[in-house]
Every structure is written in C-alpha cells, then in structure tokens.
C-alpha cells in the first residue's frame, strides 16, 4: 500500500499521469475504400523549385532571354546580344562574342542559380550551339571557377563554320563547391556566335540529358506518391493572361520553349526576384514522364480563362474563351491520343508513344466570384463530350472557409465536378481542431482534392518544425478515416532552395548540393507508404477518436498483406497508454508488429541542411492474441502494421 501511494504522487509529482484508453478496431468492417492515389504531391516552379531546382540545368538564363538578356552573365571584352538570322525562331537571342586582339580576353561567366553546385570527382555535360563567319578553326575555352574566382579546370573546344552546330563535351569537376561558376573565352582573333549554352550534372535522375536532379527527384520517389498535382499553383494562372502556364510552349524541342515569367519573380516579403523565370525545360512532357517514374497519377492543372486573381484578375470574356478550351482538350489529346493524332504525334516523336493514361484535370487554381463557374461550365460541357472519363477537378477557392468557399461549394454542385480542390495554409490550431473535418460532408456530393495544405506555425516564422508536422498527421488522421470523400491529398509548396525562396514552409529544402527533408516530409512518406486499402471501423471509449486526450488515430486494412495499419497521434506532453482491441477476427490473430514513428518533445524542432534530427525510427511491437497495449510517447506520430496469421 506503501508502495503504491509513493508511486501514486511520484507519477503526480512527475506530472506523467499514465491515461488508460481502449480503441477498438473492427477489422472486419471496411467503412471506405482509400484511393491506392490518395496521398501525392503537389509541384509548382515557386521558391526556384523547378529552375535552379528539380530541373538539373545548371546554366541560369541559357537562351539569353531574359527581358534583360544578359542578366544571370557576366561578359568581359567585346560581347554584344543579337537576334539576326537566329538558331531558335522562339528564342531568337544569341550572343557575339569578338576578340580583336587588343583586348585582353573577350567572354563571359555564368553565375548559375544563386551558383552553380559541382561536386568533385563528377561529371557534367556542356553543350552549346556555335557559328563563326571565320574562314579558320577558332577556339573556346570552357572553364569551371570555384567561389574564390580560381579556374580550376579548363577544356578547350574548336568552333568551325558559317552555319549553327550543337557542341557537346563531358567535364569532370575536380573541385566541390556550391557557388562556382562556368566561364567561357574566345580564345582566337575573330566572332564567334553562340547561344543555348547549357551545362547539366551527367548523373540526373535516370541519366536523362534533359534530366532532374537525381536527389531531388529521388526523394520525391520516396514518397511513394499516389498523385503528381502539377504544374501549378498560381502560375497556371500568371500574373497576367499573357504570363499564364501555356503548355504548348513547353513540349518540343527545348531549345525552341519559348521562355515565360515566373508568376513568383515580384518582390515579395521584402526580396525581389527579377532574374525568375521558366525555362519550360521541365516541361510537361517531362512532368507527365516524371509521374510515370514515380507511379503516380499525373493531374495537370489548366487555366480556365482567369490571371491571378490576387494579381491583375483579367478575364477573358466567355465568347473568347475557345483557345482556353482546346488547349485543355488537346492536352488530353497530348496524354492520351493515339500516335495518329495531333498532338499524341507530338507525345510520340519526344520519345513516349504509349499513352501516359491520364484520368483527371483540374481546370483553374484558387478561382473564386461568379467568372469562376461561368468559365468552368464551359470547360466541363467540352470535356465531357469529348472525354466523358476524364475526371474534373474544380475550385472552392483560396480558404478553407469563408465567402468564397461557402459559394463555390454549392456551384460545384450544381456543376456536377468529381472533385473539389480545398486549399488550406493554416495554424497547427486548426490543424488539430479539424480532424474531424470531414466527419460530416456530404457523402453523395463530388469529393475532396485536399490539394494544398500545411500547417503555419506563425510565431516561429512558419517554420517546418514538430509542431507544424505532427499538426498534419493529427489532420490526415481524419483525411485518411473519411476517405470515401477525401480522395486525394497533397502537401504544398513542395520545394524550396534555401538561397532563394518566396514561401514556407516548404516540404523539401535545398541548396545547390544539399537536401533536406522536413519532418513534415517525413509525415507525408509515412502516410504514403502505409496508405492501406481500407478505412476500419474505430473508437475510442465508445466515440471518435479525432482529438480525445490529444489522441488521434485511424485503422486500415491492407489487402495485399493483410497487414493491419494503425496511425497515431500523441499530441500531448504526456505520454498516454492505451489498450488496441481488434474485434471481427475469426481464426484470426495478432503475430508481430512493428511502430515506424516520429517523436519529439520539442515543438520547435526542426531538421537542418547538416543534419536531420526527425527522422522516422523502427522498433518491434509485442501484440497479445487480439489486442496490444501501447504506450505512445508524448508528441509523437507512430504507424503500426499489424500481422495476423491464420485464415479469416
Ligand atoms: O503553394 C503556393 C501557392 O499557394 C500556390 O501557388 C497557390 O495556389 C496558393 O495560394
């Protein structure tokens, strides 16, 4: 008795008072379906996420395209822009480049995006597009610089003839550094003519030459996500009509992509980024390839008629809005088409003719107002005539609540889309107070695209800490237990580099050698990998679980292994035991399992470019016949997979 007071006040001194809860999983009822592409991802060209990020290029303003085209150089000696009787009639620009043999050296640097990294020991290809009116061979030399201004590697290359040639040749990097540059010098009297000039890591992510950063595009791989929402974001929109994403402009040739401001390249939060702009390298071709690699379904966001409605908000009349249309139409047509069509033609002379077997698009961003509707009804009537099993995403705005989102809700309705896309950029507040969000929706209306969400931990400068995280999991809980109406869910934005970012938090953070994967990415793999096929009836002390105690939770079956899935939430600063009871077993029973989880005390945590102090840790699980007894660590998010034996 003794004993037992001592233990008694110590726990209460401690301030750990145990709680005893009893969930009850039923595993032999299925309440939902999930999605096998529920959870995904969500790219957009923001924060250099494409430039200077996932796309491997390394060479910033190539074309020499740039409203002020010499912007990302640095000429030295006699070095003029020039458009007349160009290489590319889409990026007519190219630079002259004369050694008179006066002056000491003529060429120019390139400064990269915020630097160019290289890392010792690889290798890089350049290559360049070249002319010369000389009657003899004339000479370039191309060199790497580290961030001292040192030429530590040099190769020369002969530039012959009146016509334009493409020059490629392979350096290795003898030096790391993640702010060097590339030089070039004429080194022979005379005029050279060059333009493209381009220079891409030989190890992208599948050794593609106009390829992705292999690390970058690896961890997205990582993920295991089940969509790929691309390509964005408020740059489908533009700042202005004229600026919209037009993904015409981005398959071909690369060369000959026209180049397109980044609706992102405006001074923002006090940092002005004039020099952003798209390349269109990673194109659509290559996002539709990339959703391939990755297996996940490729969701192409189209412009239906509105800018940036935050921005210049120009409308295109609805008797005008016929381009808009097509360019929805004939990029199904780009997806999907035969190799005999027009554009499937296109898909198949860049290398692709199978289909890429798209099911879904979004027409429009963060609409909102009437013109949003009027304009989607158009869109809708056109698609589904012409591709009746084409999926159709529409918007409920840029919030989560409000005037916007209470209107277009019930016009979304009336529209009869599939999905609703649903932004939320809120605090980890609400994050935890809506797990049960969708508890009550509309079971027969379309359903839920949770197509950009993350928690904003204001008071830490919205940083990718614990808080934010483990905010997120708390919600999913919910996304993932309602799953017959959230149907796909994506975090956003997904990159940012740290030299050069307009927005945070950001799932993935990089410098021009580095990643690093926040926790909340961690969150995302976690429920990626683990998605199960099945949401399973659960309580906890006979009612719903989102948010009892600081406990969150959702049960699936996986039917391929048969495995059962739990996910946890311990948001407390306690840690809480609790009794798992599976009922609906039959001959079944509980064998083993194993916790894959996150914990941390310390809401501000956060992982760094050096070091990831949040990363995802395995231990075994004891399991009892039909039950187990869990104590979940204070703050703490755990999937557990449960393996059963025996027939059901
Ligand atoms: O993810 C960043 C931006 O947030 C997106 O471009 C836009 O859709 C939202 O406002």
Redesign the pocket.
């Given at each position: 008795m003794k004993k037992l007071l001592f233990l008694l006040t110590l726990s209460i001194a401690l301030g750990t008072q145990a709680q005893q809860h009893v969930m009850t999983v039923d595993v032999s009822k299925s309440t939902a379906r999930i999605n096998p592409a529920m959870y995904g991802i969500f790219f957009?060209d923001?924060n250099f996420g494409a430039d200077g990020g996932l796309y491997a290029e390394l060479i910033k303003n190539r074309s020499f395209e740039f409203p002020q085209p010499l912007v990302g150089w640095v000429p030295f000696g006699e070095v003029t822009v020039t458009d007349e009787n160009p290489c590319f009639d889409r990026n007519p620009h190219y630079i002259r480049m004369v050694n008179d043999g006066r002056l000491l050296r003529t060429g120019l640097d390139n400064e990269g995006y915020r630097g160019i990294g290289l890392k010792k020991g690889e290798e890089y290809r350049f290559s360049v597009y070249t002319r010369t009116p000389e009657t003899k061979s004339m000479k370039l030399s191309v060199e790497f610089v580290n961030s001292n201004g040192q030429n530590l590697l040099k190769k020369e290359i002969e530039i012959n003839g009146a016509d334009w040639q493409k020059q490629t040749i392979v350096l290795k990097s003898p030096f790391t550094d993640t702010h060097a540059r590339l030089r070039i010098v004429l080194l022979t009297k005379g005029t050279v003519d060059m333009d493209h000039i381009s220079l891409f890591p030989v190890n992208t992510w599948k050794k593609r030459e106009n390829g992705l950063r292999a690390d970058l595009a690896q961890a997205l791989y990582d993920l295991n996500p089940g969509v790929f929402r691309f390509p964005?974001?408020?740059?489908i929109e533009g700042n202005s009509l004229a600026t919209r994403y037009q993904w015409k402009n981005s398959v071909g040739p690369i060369e000959n992509r026209p180049l397109n401001e980044n609706r992102w390249n405006y001074t923002f939060q006090h940092k002005a980024f004039p020099d952003y702009f798209q390349s269109y390298g990673l194109g659509f071709y290559e996002y539709f390839l990339l959703s391939e690699d990755l297996g996940a379904e490729p969701l192409p966001v189209v412009s239906c008629g509105l800018s940036c409605q935050y921005e210049s908000n120009e409308v295109v009349p609805l008797n005008e809005l016929d381009p808009y249309v097509k360019d929805a139409l004939d990029l199904i047509e780009f997806a999907n088409g035969p190799v005999t069509s027009e554009w499937g033609k296109v898909r198949a002379e860049m290398g692709h003719p199978e289909p890429f077997g798209l099911k879904m698009i979004a027409v429009g961003?963060?609409q909102w107002g009437e013109v949003y509707p009027e304009r989607l009804e158009v869109f809708m009537k056109a698609i589904r005539a012409q591709y009746p099993d084409i999926q159709i995403i529409g918007s409920s705005g840029?919030s989560a609540s409000g005037n916007h989102f209470d209107y277009l809700w019930p016009e979304m309705k009336r529209l009869d889309v599939d999905l609703v896309d649903e932004?939320y950029?809120m605090a980890p507040e609400w994050f935890f107070a809506n797990a049960a969000r969708y508890d009550n929706y509309d079971r027969k209306g379309p359903k839920v695209f949770a197509g950009?969400y993350a928690s904003h931990d204001h008071p830490t400068g919205k940083a990718n800490n614990f808080l934010a995280a483990l905010s997120e999991a708390a919600f999913m809980t919910g996304l993932e237990r309602n799953a017959d109406v959230v149907r796909l869910a994506t975090y956003?934005?997904l990159f940012a580099h740290v030299d050069a970012w307009q927005?945070n938090p950001d799932l993935i953070w990089f410098d021009n050698l580095r990643l690093m994967r926040t926790p909340n990415y961690y969150v995302q793999q976690m429920y990626g990998m683990n998605a199960g096929t099945d949401v399973l009836s659960l309580q906890m002390n006979g009612k719903s679980v989102a948010g009892q105690d600081s406990l969150y939770a959702t049960a699936a079956l996986d039917a391929p292994t048969g495995e059962v899935i739990l996910k946890l939430v311990n948001a407390s600063a306690h840690p809480t035991t609790i009794q798992i009871d599976l009922n609906g077993l039959k001959k079944q029973q509980l064998v083993s399992g194993t916790c894959t989880y996150l914990q941390n005390c310390d809401w501000k945590a956060v992982n760094t470019l050096e070091y990831e102090t949040i990363v995802p840790r395995v231990r075994p699980v004891e399991v009892d016949v039909r039950s187990l007894n869990l104590e979940l660590q204070p703050r703490s998010f755990g999937v557990y997979r449960l393996t059963l034996s025996g027939k059901k």
């Open positions: 957009e923001i964005g974001g408020c740059i961003n963060e840029p932004h950029y950009e956003a934005p927005w």
